[in-house]
């Protein structure tokens, strides 16, 4: 049974930093890309970053460029998202998901084979 759980959100200040964290049981991490959505109130989930299986390709939001680093640590079934410089618009709830497809835009949810129950952070003006 595959388990996807996060860790790390809060309350920080706007200019502050937060590190999630993604630990996944019960699948193989070689064989699947990972990412990072969020959702913010009265919005769809979105995609935040994603990287791929063998941690040599990321992507990001837009909104994400220069302030947010993904990365994984395969040997521990870990995936991270350190946050710097971080907005009052970047509060939501982060969900961590996995996906064995190799093709398809990164940000489509539906591609995504695994969820964890997400994350709040919260960043105050």
């Known amino acids: 049974q595959v388990h996807v759980v996060e860790s790390g959100g809060g309350l920080v200040q706007a200019g502050g930093s937060l590190r999630l964290s993604c630990e996944s049981s019960g699948l193989n991490s070689d064989d699947y890309a990972m990412a990072w959505f969020r959702q913010t109130p009265g919005k769809e989930r979105e995609g935040v970053a994603c990287i791929s299986r063998s941690n040599t390709v990321t992507y990001y939001a837009d909104s994400a460029k220069g302030r947010f680093t993904i990365s994984r640590d395969n040997a521990k079934n870990t995936l991270y998202l350190q946050m710097n410089s971080l907005k009052p618009e970047d509060t939501g709830i982060y969900y961590c998901?996995?996906?064995?497809?190799?093709?398809?835009?990164?940000?489509?949810?539906?591609?995504?084979?695994?969820w964890g129950q997400g994350t709040q952070v919260t960043v105050s003006s």
């Open positions: 998901a996995a996906r064995s497809a190799f093709t398809g835009n990164w940000r489509i949810r539906e591609t995504y084979d695994y």
